[in-house]
């Protein structure tokens, strides 16, 4: 090879160029490379600012630069750096540049750089961008190089103008692989991109948690200046609240490099928009693992937490109505739902409600077919509310009847259908007639919204659904509107149905209670008390009865009987069988004989040929003459006697005391239910002792679902070997023992106490129904029996005093009437109610119409007075045979 010629590029002058160059740091002495002691904490830092860095994040000026040449931004663009004189020629070649192109210096110092160039148009470029350095001081652009394996190398080059201390001019050449440079600066325009023009909030923070950069988005979103961000921690730049909250999060990513996302707080009071945000933070960390700090995006999702908040605000109220539906689906008592009805909107809709139904609802009976208006009666049933307080109980007492101006919200409703929104002292005020003690206690209660719902079935307005909110509570809007309405809906067909069942049950209740006896004869010898409980299985009403049969020769049959199944076919069926029965009876045929011949009749007295008759009946016969007892069964469970411990030294008197006793299961023969046959009805005759008390019932007193009937039994017994005041004390007893899990079915229940019969004593008693005919009734009864008696100079008399007491009975009871005469030295006659009050006695005014009953009782009677028996009480007076007077 020739020498090429010494030029400037001489090794002194390239001696010179090295000295420009910078050179890598020199090896630290040991002492210089020993690790520092950590940093102290700052101290007087404000709210939120830094704190001691984190372990392992701090260190030496000297380790940071040893630690960041390792995988540094370098080892992505590599630059390259080459000198060359003015002709181009190179003076001095870097390593990089080695690396990068492939030539050792060796091979390319002294030699012109266009010899890399792949072709001529190159050559010119370069030569061309040479000379614009020399005029102008530097150049840049894109070339292409020849690499030593022959491969073109595309490189950004940057020449820029050099000269030395003795004037003389040099070219420093930076050369970067443009690929890779292309490369980062795409990075970097996508990053720019991203942090300002992104919808998202962006922050960059360091590792003492100071901003180092945030985006216009999160600087808008935080109602701060970006630059004002910059330096400054969370704490420093939000409010404390929001702030610590955030910190805390941020302090918790750069610790552990967890990353924590999608993280929704509520924003700070003096963001841009209300509502929420979601925030995410993640640690930041460069090539060489080193943490840098943190990056976080925030997001204002206040729409997606509202949708949210909507939905799971829908899902609450649809699972409300689920509940209701749920918690009133068997419910038919208007009462009961009306209640289930308030106490479900209250507190999740409401803190006070009240349902309002029509009494017509509320009692079973009628719709009414007219419009309602101000007449039209209403009654508060149900009641909820979120305190106790004296304005709740004026505003939301449960029972009272309400009242309203046909112009007001309550009217308006009623008449049109239509619920109404009131907001406001005005419209509040007007809720139902003017000066309503109720309006001012909601006023006192600061109620500010009410919505008033009609309650609504098959098209007619049953009621008002009345909720309202006080206090700090949002009002009511149309959504809470639409929602109560779909609710008050519900509840409508609920409560129609109740009222449905409740006049089905009224008006087959009524027919059982017809066919039941309706006159309870006290026949001398006996005492007679009984009781009768329907199912609680509604409308299904049983087949329950008992009866009690004056007989020839002041003989008593006691029956009760239970015909199988429920419903009115049972009922009418029962009543079919009690008159047969009593029809069979006056032929004075043995108790035996009597259910055989019933028992034939099974077949006539069923509903139907596909329909077999089943029924169980207990017959017994009691003379109390020759105190003898005959009894038989069909299939029932057997009666129970109570026999006095010690022998009654007197003879027991209607009303007294039941002594108590010792209890037995009276062991009849068992026979067939009636309608089965092929088993022989049998009768057993008892000599039963003074005092003794027999007990005929249903199997509905003492079966349960989960007992055996010999259980129910001994408890019956336990209770009546008890003493008790009275025979009917003892039937309430009796009735307390039944137990809450039993079947729904009718009780029937019959007491009798036996006694010995007086002779030569006149006795006569009836049971008569409280109703107005039981006057005339009674009169008429009195009338025959003392004309029987031959005593009619007492008919008067008694007539009168005894119209009066039964008139006093008829109009303050509710239950069968007891009417008594007993003729001995003087003329006893008792009559008896349910009703515990005794009578008062007062003084009436000459224009008073009534109250002299009592008064000509006292005037007209030997005798006069009250006493209680059982749940109720006897009027009682006497009448002298031998007075004068009444003749």
Not at 112 to 133: G, K, N
Not at 257 to 265: F, M, R
Not at 814 to 843: C, M, Q
Request: hydrophobic share 40%; proline share 7%.
């Amino acid at each position: 090879m020739t020498p090429r010629p010494r030029t400037v590029g001489s090794a002194s002058a390239r001696a010179r160029l090295r000295r420009l160059t910078p050179r890598p740091p020199a090896a630290q002495p040991a002492a210089a490379q020993a690790p520092r002691p950590p940093a102290e904490p700052r101290s007087g830092g404000t709210r939120g600012g830094p704190t001691a860095p984190y372990p392992g994040l701090d260190s030496s000026p000297v380790e940071a630069f040893a630690e960041r040449t390792e995988g540094s931004l370098f080892d992505v663009v590599k630059v390259a750096i080459a000198i060359l004189d003015t002709a181009g020629r190179v003076v001095l070649w870097s390593p990089a540049a080695e690396e990068l192109l492939g030539w050792p210096s060796e091979l390319l110092v002294g030699r012109r750089i266009d010899e890399l160039m792949a072709d001529q148009d190159l050559v010119s470029r370069v030569r061309a961008a040479i000379q614009a350095t020399l005029r102008n001081g530097h150049w840049q652009g894109f070339t292409a190089l020849r690499h030593r394996d022959d491969e073109e190398v595309g490189v950004e080059a940057r020449i820029s103008l050099l000269v030395d201390g003795d004037g003389t001019p040099f070219l420093q050449v930076a050369l970067a692989e443009a690929g890779a440079l292309r490369a980062v600066e795409r990075d970097l325009a996508v990053r720019d991109a991203l942090f300002e023009q992104s919808p998202l909030g962006i922050a960059i923070l360091d590792t003492e948690l100071r901003y180092t950069a945030v985006n216009h988005t999160l600087a808008e979103m935080n109602g701060v200046p970006a630059e004002e961000h910059v330096g400054r921690t969370t704490g420093e730049t939000l409010p404390e609240r929001a702030a610590d909250e955030i910190t805390a999060i941020q302090r918790q990513v750069l610790a552990t490099g967890e990353p924590v996302i999608d993280v929704t707080l509520a924003s700070p009071v003096t963001a841009r928009s209300g509502g929420f945000r979601s925030i995410s933070y993640s640690r930041m960390t460069d090539r060489a693992g080193r943490v840098l700090g943190i990056s976080g995006t925030v997001m204002d999702v206040t729409e997606r937490y509202r949708a949210v908040a909507k939905v799971e605000h829908a899902r609450r109220r649809l699972s409300l109505l689920n509940e209701f539906g749920s918690r009133v689906g068997d419910l038919l008592d208007a009462t009961r739902i009306a209640q289930e009805l308030a106490g479900a909107v209250v507190p999740r809709l409401a803190d006070y409600a009240a349902v309002i139904l029509l009494q017509a609802v509320a009692h079973g009976d009628d719709l009414p077919r007219h419009g309602h208006d101000r007449r039209t009666s209403l009654l508060q049933l149900g009641t909820a509310s979120v305190q106790d307080a004296p304005e709740v109980e004026v505003m939301l007492r449960r029972g009272a009847r309400i009242t309203f101006a046909d112009d007001s919200a309550f009217g308006r409703a009623l008449r049109t259908g239509i619920p109404e929104l009131l907001s406001g002292p005005e419209e509040l005020s007007d809720l139902t007639y003017p000066g309503d003690p109720k309006v001012q206690a909601a006023h006192d209660l600061g109620v500010h919204s009410r919505l008033v719902v009609p309650l609504r079935a098959r098209g007619i307005v049953i009621g008002l659904l009345v909720v309202s909110r006080a206090g700090y509570r949002e009002g009511f809007d149309r959504d809470d509107l639409a929602f109560t309405v779909e609710l008050a809906d519900r509840a409508g067909s609920s409560l129609d149905n109740a009222r449905l069942y409740a006049r089905e049950r009224t008006a087959a209740l009524t027919l059982q209670r017809t066919l039941l006896p309706q006159q309870v004869p006290q026949p001398a010898g006996i005492e007679v008390a009984y009781r009768y409980v329907p199912g609680s299985s509604g409308t299904e009403v049983g087949g329950d009865w008992f009866d009690v049969i004056p007989l020839p020769d002041g003989r008593t049959a006691l029956v009760v009987g239970d015909v199988m199944g429920h419903g009115l076919r049972a009922a009418a069926t029962m009543g079919r069988l009690r008159t047969a029965v009593r029809t069979l009876a006056g032929l004075d045929l043995p108790p035996e004989v009597l259910l055989r011949h019933v028992h034939e009749l099974t077949d006539d007295l069923a509903q139907g040929p596909d329909e077999a008759l089943l029924a169980t009946c207990v017959y017994a016969v009691f003379d109390p003459s020759t105190q003898r007892l005959t009894a038989t069964k069909a299939g029932h469970i057997p009666p129970i006697l109570i026999v006095p411990k010690e022998p009654l030294e007197e003879p027991s008197r209607v009303g007294s005391a039941l002594t108590g006793g010792v209890g037995q299961i009276l062991d009849l023969p068992s026979g067939a239910p009636l309608g089965v046959g092929g088993v022989p009805f049998e009768s057993i005759e008892l000599d039963i002792p003074e005092g003794s008390l027999l007990v005929l019932c249903t199997d509905g007193l003492v079966e349960s679902r989960d007992k055996d009937l010999d259980v129910g039994l001994g408890r019956l017994l336990t209770v009546l070997e008890q003493p008790y005041a009275s025979i009917q004390q003892a039937c309430e007893a009796v009735l307390d023992t039944m137990e809450q899990g039993r079947e729904p079915d009718d009780v029937a229940l019959l007491l009798a106490r036996l006694g010995r019969g007086r002779a030569g004593i006149p006795t006569a008693g009836w049971t008569l129904p409280a109703e107005p005919t039981a006057v005339s009734r009674a009169r008429r009864l009195v009338r025959g029996a003392l004309a029987e008696w031959e005593v009619e100079h007492l008919t008067d008399t008694a007539e009168l005093l005894v119209s009066e007491l039964v008139t006093n009975s008829v109009r303050y009871a509710s239950a069968p009437i007891g009417v008594r005469l007993t003729l001995g030295e003087t003329l006893l006659v008792e009559i008896s109610d349910p009703l515990p009050d005794p009578p008062r006695e007062r003084h009436a005014a000459e224009a008073d119409e009534g109250g002299r009953g009592l008064e000509l009782v006292r005037r007209l009677a030997l005798r006069w007075g009250a006493r209680a028996e059982g749940m109720g009480k006897v009027v009682w007076f006497e009448l002298d045979p031998a007075d004068d007077h009444l003749e």
